[in-house]
């Protein structure tokens, strides 16, 4: 019904691909799954945690906007840049 991935560098960890099935949604499940990829680096020593939002799904950005109160804020300091291999 979900699922999440969270990757950690030394210090710092990163939730990527949180996604729940449309017929779950509403139910708390997001949260959790952030709240436990949030435990798990937290555990391993992460210092900072961000979470990896596509900007063009309004679905996603407002679920994360909603985590505020648990301290996750918009950090508009950053901007991706990524390659794509050809194969």
């Not at 949260?31 to 949030?38: T, Y």
């Amino acid at each position: 019904m979900g699922t999440v991935i969270a990757g950690w560098d030394g210090w710092r960890g990163n939730i990527y691909r949180l996604a729940v099935l449309p017929a779950y949604r509403k139910r708390g499940i997001g949260r959790l799954l952030v709240n436990e990829a949030e435990n798990f680096l937290i555990a391993k020593g992460a210092q900072r945690i961000g979470g990896l939002v596509a900007k063009e799904e309004p679905l996603a950005v407002s679920f994360w906007d909603t985590l505020a109160e648990n301290g996750f804020r918009r950090d508009s300091t950053f901007v991706r840049y990524a390659k794509s291999i050809e194969q």
